[in-house]
């Protein structure tokens, strides 16, 4: 999981500030990590509907690490990178025992969760989620859209919407038939899509 | 977020650090307990909202012992922000009860030696002594008597 820059520098100086003892260092990585873990998993994992099981697997990565801070090695990887891989680790073992007790979740929607991450608009998407937090790219990217509702469309892409419903909204079709809706608000996103395709060597420059 | 609630999920984390001594979330459930009160009660005394209580307890305790506890005390006060007084009060009631848990843990401790397994081995071996010297006593009287 990628983040900008002086994201992880702020999460590195914290797990320094942990293992120096300040007592306020445990609370302020919970608050910086946690919904930016949930976000990613859930984005990720967008077919598992049990937002239970996703918030257990990243609340056991983060207590794993606030009882055992040592167990980081800041040489290794980013803080962020070391939870978000345990939170990760913990959710698929997890769907791996629901599985098997055939409770909440089927194989075949995990599986589902990989074909869809080799897929190139899921790439894009992915590559838009992880610049979220980066001004320069969102800047950029505003810069080549002139059409309002295409950075609104763009936005909500950014923000990692994965409901036909807001994007509705946004293109004002919001009183067609689901079908329609979804058939229009794919067609805009794919234009997106292709759009930012043919920029990205110029956005990431 | 995708229906997560971020109050809420800092709540849950803190909840699951209630057994480890070294946070504030476990000092927090000891006082609900003495003072019985529930979490959202405890809050509302503090005069702060559940999303600051969550920061609170997410905390590791200052040591009362340590030379450094004011300090780590106005650090937390300043983070969540609270009174740094009520922060004091709340550390102090439950490290006395908990000095006065483990005091009453040794004194039942000490008022049963003969739960020690030394004590009673000193006992038993003490009788299993009396009764040969008995059994010997019967055995020189029997000899003595043929």
């Known amino acids: ?205 | 977020m995708n229906g997560f609630n971020s109050e809420t999920m800092l709540l849950n984390l803190a909840m699951e650090l209630e057994n480890d001594s070294t946070f504030m979330s476990h000092v927090l459930a000891r006082y609900c307990q003495i003072e019985g009160l529930d979490k959202d009660a405890l809050a509302g005394e503090l005069g702060i909202p559940p999303f600051l209580f969550a920061r609170l307890a997410l905390c590791k305790r200052p040591d009362a012992d340590a030379p450094n506890f004011i300090n780590e005390i106005s650090e937390i006060a300043d983070y969540v922000p609270m009174d740094e007084m009520r922060l004091v009060q709340i550390i102090r009631e439950v490290d006395s009860l908990i000095s006065l848990d483990n005091a009453v843990i040794n004194h039942e401790t000490e008022e049963i030696p003969v739960s020690n397994p030394f004590s009673v081995g000193i006992l038993t071996a003490a009788r299993d002594h009396s009764e040969d010297e008995d059994v010997d006593e019967i055995t020189k009287d029997e000899d003595g008597s043929k």
């Open chain 1, 1 to 205: 999981m990628s983040a900008p820059k002086e994201f992880n520098e702020k999460a590195a100086a914290l797990h320094k500030d942990l293992l120096a003892g300040r007592p306020t260092a445990s609370a302020q990585i919970a608050e910086l990590l946690q919904p930016r873990i949930l976000r990613g998993l859930s984005r990720k994992f967008s077919n598992v509907n049990d937002e239970h099981l996703i918030q257990t697997a990243v609340n056991d990565a983060l207590l794993y690490y606030l009882k055992s801070p040592n167990n980081f090695d800041a040489k290794r990887s980013s803080l962020l990178n070391f939870i978000w891989q345990r939170a990760n680790s913990n959710l698929l073992n997890l769907l791996k025992e629901n599985a098997k007790q055939n409770k909440f979740v089927e194989l075949d929607e995990v599986q589902t969760v990989y074909s869809n991450e080799a897929n190139q608009n899921e790439t894009i998407e992915q590559f838009l989620v992880d610049e979220e937090q980066n001004c320069q790219t969102y800047k950029q990217l505003y810069a080549l859209l002139p059409d309002p509702i295409d950075r609104a469309i763009l936005e909500l892409m950014m923000n990692g919407e994965r409901e036909t419903v807001l994007f509705a909204v946004v293109l004002g079709i919001s009183e067609e038939s689901p079908e329609a809706q979804c058939a229009r608000v794919k067609k805009h996103k794919d234009r997106i899509k292709k759009f930012i395709q043919r920029h990205r060597a110029e956005i990431i420059r």
